[in-house]
C-alpha cells in the first residue's frame, strides 16, 4: 500500500498504535528532495487541518477550567473584537457552535491559500475583517446558528482570538502550555515564527501539484488555529491516543464529560463533532489538506486504536483518492489484524 504512495508524495510517514499503547512507524521518501534529507522519525509535517482537533482540545480545557462556556456566547468571552451578523449585530453564536462549523460564517473565496513567508504580513484582525486577498471576506454569523454546515476556517480563527484574549498568552504557547508539554510532544507546534525558527532544520519542504518546491519551503500562517499545526506521525499518534483514552475515563488530557462531548454528532449534522468528524461506527477522524502536504488521523474509540498518515505534497484530490486514506485504515486494520502493510 504505501508504494503506491511514494509515487505520489516525495515524502510518506505513518504510524500506529496498538489498543496496549504500542506505537510502530514507517518513513519513506524525502523531507527535501533537492538535498537531499530523507523522512525519518525526527521530520516534523504540516497537520493542515488537523489543527482544529488540537484548537478544539484547547478550548475544552480551558471550558473544564471555567475560564470559558462552550455553551455561552463566544462574545462573552472577546474584548477586542466581536462577531457580528451582516446587519452589525452582536451574534449569539456559541464557542459550541464554532468548534462544530455551524455558526453560519462563511470563508472568503479562495481564501486561507498562498500566504508566502517573507511576504507581506497578514494579522488575525486582517482576517477577521476581511482586509486582504487571504481572506476577503470579513467574518461574519452570516446565517443563523444550527442552520448549516459550514467548514470554516475563518471560524477556527475567533477561536484563536478566544483562546489569547483568555489565557494573556500567544495562541501558540497557550497550545504548548495546555496540550503539548503535558503530553511530552517535543515535536508539536503551530507556526508561530519563533516556533519555526526553533523547528526549521527538521520541517518537510512542502511540494505543490505538479512536484515542485514551494517558495520559501512552506507557507506562513496567520491563521494558527485552523491550520498551524506542524507535528510528526508518532506525536500524533500519541495525541490521538490521548484522546481515546480519555473517552474512556483514562488519562489527563481532558475529562471523560469533555472528550465525549467532543466524540458526540451534532444535532442535525451526525458527520460532525467538536473539532473533529465520524468515519463510520467506531471511528473518529481528521484530516487535513493544503498546499504543502495532506494527512490524515483516524481513532478507533472502542479498541482506542490510532492511526496517522502525513505527506509532504499537495496532490490536488482528496484523500480517499489520494490513497492515504486506504493506507491508515490498513493501519487501523493490522492492529487487530496484523499483516505486511
Not at 488575525?124 to 476556517?153: C, H, M, Q, W
Not at 520541517?203 to 519551503?217: E, H, K, N, Q, S
Amino acid at each position: 500500500m504505501t508504494h503506491l504512495l511514494t509515487a505520489r508524495f516525495p515524502g510518506v510517514g505513518s504510524a500506529y498504535c496498538s489498543a496496549d499503547g504500542r506505537i510502530s512507524t514507517s518513513f519513506h521518501g524525502f523531507a527535501d528532495r533537492e538535498s537531499p534529507i530523507p523522512v525519518d522519525g525526527s521530520t516534523i509535517f504540516p497537520a493542515c487541518s488537523i489543527s482544529k482537533f488540537v484548537t478544539a482540545l484547547c478550548v475544552m480545557q480551558l471550558h473544564e477550567q471555567h475560564v470559558i462556556d462552550v455553551n455561552a456566547p463566544v462574545n462573552d468571552h472577546l474584548r477586542t473584537w466581536k462577531l457580528r451578523t451582516p446587519q452589525g449585530e452582536e451574534s449569539s453564536a456559541s464557542v459550541r457552535a464554532l468548534m462544530s462549523h455551524t455558526a453560519g460564517i462563511i470563508d472568503g473565496e479562495d481564501s486561507f491559500f498562498g500566504l508566502r513567508r517573507g511576504g507581506p504580513e497578514v494579522s488575525l484582525a486582517d482576517i477577521l475583517e476581511g482586509r486582504t486577498a487571504y481572506n476577503n471576506r470579513p467574518v461574519r454569523a452570516e446565517k443563523p446558528t444550527g442552520a448549516a454546515f459550514e467548514y470554516s476556517d475563518a471560524g477556527y480563527c475567533v477561536l484563536q482570538l478566544l483562546v489569547r484574549e483568555v489565557t494573556g498568552m500567544p495562541f501558540a504557547d497557550a497550545a504548548r502550555k495546555l496540550i503539548f508539554a503535558p503530553l511530552g510532544l517535543h515535536s508539536t507546534f503551530f507556526a508561530a515564527p519563533e516556533y519555526v525558527a526553533a523547528h526549521e532544520a527538521r520541517m518537510a519542504t512542502g511540494y505543490d501539484g505538479d512536484g515542485a518546491p514551494l517558495p520559501g519551503r512552506f507557507p506562513s500562517y496567520p491563521d494558527l488555529a485552523a491550520s498551524g499545526l506542524w507535528t510528526t506521525p508518532e506525536e500524533l499518534v500519541m495525541l490521538g491516543r490521548a484522546f481515546v483514552a480519555a473517552l474512556h475515563g483514562e488519562g489527563s488530557l481532558l475529562q471523560q464529560s469533555s472528550a465525549r462531548e467532543m466524540a458526540a454528532p451534532v444535532q442535525d449534522f451526525p458527520w460532525t463533532g467538536l473539532g473533529l468528524f465520524t468515519s463510520g461506527g467506531d471511528i473518529l477522524m481528521s484530516q487535513g489538506w493544503g498546499e504543502h502536504g495532506q494527512c490524515m488521523l483516524k481513532m478507533n474509540r472502542r479498541t482506542q486504536a490510532v492511526a496517522a498518515v502525513m505527506t509532504n505534497r499537495n496532490p490536488e484530490v482528496d484523500q480517499a483518492e489520494s490513497g492515504i486514506e486506504k493506507l491508515v485504515d490498513s493501519l487501523l486494520a493490522a492492529v487487530e489484524y496484523p499483516h505486511d502493510i
